[in-house]
């Protein structure tokens, strides 16, 4: 066995030299879930995986960074090189250059940024004379995000009966053909946006199994991180991708679960155990970041929550200062009431400003 393992607690090590079939990590906040992660990739490496044969992926380029450097520090860079890593997006941007060409698009195809898109909305409602107040290009653009999110087309958009009501209500009947003028031009000019990243990455799975087939065999392994944040769309392709031989671990909490306002469903980490059987549930309960104040309150709001998977955060820590809770009526008497809490503390204490963060 490796060394590095020694540097994991029970829970931890459990958790990482268990890698076969599917596996659910739940982790409370500060529990070592990247740590997890990384170490199981590491861990396989040491096995004799192929690094070729694993794919990891995160929500952001940053944690995709650190992974692999990490995982080199521990097997070395020849064992990590060839390593599937990286974020959702930027994965599937990859595997549709290699099999562009089924979409009907060139390998060297655009990616559209979110400023791209939201010109190309502006130019699309004026060209349709459409008053930009009633169909503001922000709000057109997350509509249409959200469609694309749930793999819903431009023709299975204005065909839906009930996305279309809730259009009108919102005094918006006409972005169906907003999205429909938008998805042709985009197509004609060889563009994607980051939601046809995965929207065309289902599509290509769907619509030719011989390539499904191919990256199924291909990854002997999946890992995913943060997966109660992952939406409708980025599901699917996991789970087609772990079809053939399930072995998938994914790491994430749902009581961090704060993205459903972009799409991320939560329901994706509660049915983990109706997807998969036979799959191995690990709970990482050990914070080590936080004083036990901060835990025992974190833990009785969660507590509240109907839909859960049940655990029992600790901290092994000091039991910290107490939490105060200030009301303020405007955001502009928040504001004085934070800095003068500051200008107190540091003049009492001798703290410089860096020694404080503020989160909003």
Excluded at 35 to 46: F, G, K, N
Excluded at 61 to 67: F, G, P, Q, R, Y
Excluded at 243 to 259: F, M, P
Excluded at 313 to 319: G, H, L, N, R, T
Aim: glycine share 4%; with cysteine; aromatic share 12%.
């Amino acid at each position: 066995m490796e060394e590095f393992i020694d540097q994991l607690n029970e829970k931890q090590h459990e958790a990482v030299v268990n890698y076969m079939g599917p596996s659910l990590v739940i982790a409370g906040a500060g529990a070592g879930k990247t740590r997890v992660l990384t170490y199981r990739i590491a861990y396989l490496l040491s096995q004799g995986v192929k690094a070729h044969r694993i794919l990891a992926l995160t929500f952001t380029n940053k944690a995709a960074k650190e992974m692999k450097e990490r995982i080199s520090s521990l097997v070395g860079d020849d064992k990590a090189r060839n390593l599937w890593i990286g974020t959702f997006h930027s994965i599937f941007a990859k595997i549709l250059r290699f099999e562009s060409e089924r979409l009907g698009y060139k390998s060297s195809y655009t990616i559209y940024d979110t400023v791209d898109s939201k010109n190309l909305i502006k130019k699309i409602i004026k060209d349709l004379k459409l008053d930009d107040k009633t169909y503001k290009p922000n709000e057109v653009l997350s509509r249409i995000s959200a469609a694309k999110n749930n793999l819903i087309t431009p023709v299975n958009y204005a065909n839906n009966p009930q996305i279309y009501e809730r259009d009108r209500a919102a005094k918006k009947p006409e972005i169906h053909r907003i999205y429909k003028q938008y998805a042709q031009r985009i197509y004609k000019s060889g563009v994607m946006d980051f939601d046809d990243l995965l929207m065309n990455t289902n599509i290509l799975f769907r619509d030719n199994t011989d390539i499904l087939e191919k990256y199924q065999q291909k990854f002997d392994y999946i890992l995913v991180d943060e997966y109660q944040d992952t939406n409708y769309s980025q599901y699917l392709i996991i789970k087609k991708l772990a079809a053939t031989h399930k072995n998938l671990c994914v790491v994430g909490d749902d009581a961090q679960s704060i993205y459903s306002f972009r799409g991320a469903k939560i329901e994706n980490i509660l049915n983990f155990k109706n997807d998969y059987k036979n799959y191995k549930l690990y709970k990482l309960e050990q914070n080590y970041r936080s004083t036990k104040n901060i835990v025992n309150a974190a833990n009785s709001l969660i507590a509240k929550n109907k839909n859960k998977i049940e655990k029992k955060v600790w901290s092994s820590k000091e039991q910290g200062s107490k939490i105060r809770i200030l009301k303020a009526s405007t955001d502009t008497e928040e504001g004085f009431i934070i800095a003068n809490r500051i200008m107190d503390i540091r003049m009492a204490e001798h703290f410089e400003y860096y020694d404080f963060a503020i989160l909003y």
